[in-house]
């Protein structure tokens, strides 16, 4: 079973009790206070799915347990999870043991391996499909260069995607979206918006990356002082050189214009000023980009939000931030109506 799998009972009953073993990443341990002023720990575990924290109490025989292990070990915990109604997701009769190396691989590795190798897939076929050299050129010399760092970096360090190879899977759907949009919307430039969807959080290879041997993210000095569109769009300037040609130079639009208006694409992709971006977009490739990487972001949200957020009432879970509101569950598929007939609406239906 995996940590997501675990997080997911948050949304259950404070009855629902479920025996589980994880094999995760041991993180760190944090002493806090309650506002009752009783002392508790924070036992933060991590896998390929995402990160999960449990409350452990001053008195309770599992910190003993997890004192023993050191931030960084890979782990086996075998325990009975449930949702307090007051602290969250819980976890009882601890059993813990290291992994062997075999299953430290298999966790740091295994569980999103295949679908990574098809967003992968993806993403190559179409950079593969754009037709501006230049713009095919500077994704292929990317994917080439930093596909390995691209492979272990979060999309964020929370709200979406916010795990190993995050920045994969949304980068992918991002793409597919784009070239989906593109098929009905034909006056935008299609080898600019898919070239600027892998661009436009290059940057956080230095933002977000993992460990390579693990599923902390450490900060830097430099992600902190630059931030990841600064950082993109040096990255875009120093790639661009490595494969620029004296061809080019015949070109249609000129090359440093394709290599502004990309640019452009990461510098406004947060939208507005007050979000992040330097500037707001200021052309059709750079609205579209800010619109499918906000849908992706949000629609990944709900995801995790029906999988994780605690039941309200019928078909209503807690608000999941930054999402504005308590989440409502989606329709299922309408059945097919059994008869073909009209039923007449009863009077007063319409009151």
């Known amino acids: 079973m995996t940590l997501s799998t675990i997080a997911s009972l948050q949304g259950m009953t404070p009855e629902h009790r479920e025996t589980a073993v994880v094999h995760a990443q041991f993180v760190q341990l944090c002493e806090k206070i309650g506002r009752d002023q009783r ?94 050299p230049r713009l095919k050129a500077i994704c292929h010399q990317f994917l080439e260069e930093f596909g390995v760092r691209f492979r272990r970096t979060g999309a964020a360090r929370g709200y ?66 630059l931030g990841h569109i600064a950082m993109g769009v040096e990255l875009i300037s120093i790639l ?8 080019w130079q015949t070109l249609e639009p000129s090359s440093d214009r394709v290599r502004r208006h990309l640019q452009h694409l990461v510098l406004s992709h947060h939208g507005e000023i007050a979000f992040g971006s330097p500037v707001v977009p200021k052309t059709p490739e750079a609205a579209a980009l800010h619109y499918l990487d906000n849908l992706d972001a949000k629609l990944e949200m709900f995801a995790q939000g029906y999988k994780h957020a605690a039941k309200l009432g019928a078909n209503v879970q807690e608000r999941v931030r930054p999402l504005t509101g308590n989440l409502i569950a989606p329709l299922t598929t309408a059945a097919a109506p059994a008869s073909a007939e ?8 319409m009151d």
């Not at 661009?199 to 900060?219: A, C, Q, T, V």
């Not at 661009?240 to 061809?247: F, L, Q």
């Open 342 to 349: 009209t039923s007449e609406p009863s009077e007063g239906a």
């Open 160 to 225: 979406h995607h916010a795990r190993r190879g995050g920045l994969v899977e949304h980068v992918a759907q991002m793409m597919r979206d784009a070239d989906a949009i593109c098929g009905v919307r034909p006056t935008l430039d299609r080898d600019l918006l898919l070239a600027g969807v892998l661009f436009h959080d290059s940057g956080k290879l230095w933002e977000n990356i993992y460990e390579e041997e693990g599923f902390s993210m450490p900060y830097s000095e430099t992600a902190e002082l």
């Open 240 to 247: 661009w050189r490595k494969i620029e040609r004296p061809d």
């Open 39 to 132: 002392p508790y720990y924070e036992a933060s575990l991590a896998d390929a799915t995402g990160p999960v924290t449990f409350r452990i109490w001053s008195d309770a025989p599992e910190l003993a347990l997890v004192q023993e292990y050191q931030p960084g070990q890979f782990v086996q915990l075998e325990a009975e999870f449930h949702r307090h109604p007051s602290f969250g997701l819980e976890a009882k009769h601890w059993r813990l043991r290291p992994l062997t190396p075999e299953e430290r691989q298999t966790a740091l590795y295994g569980p999103l391996i295949e679908q990574q190798q098809r967003d992968l897939a993806t993403i190559q076929s179409l950079a593969d499909s754009i037709q501006d």
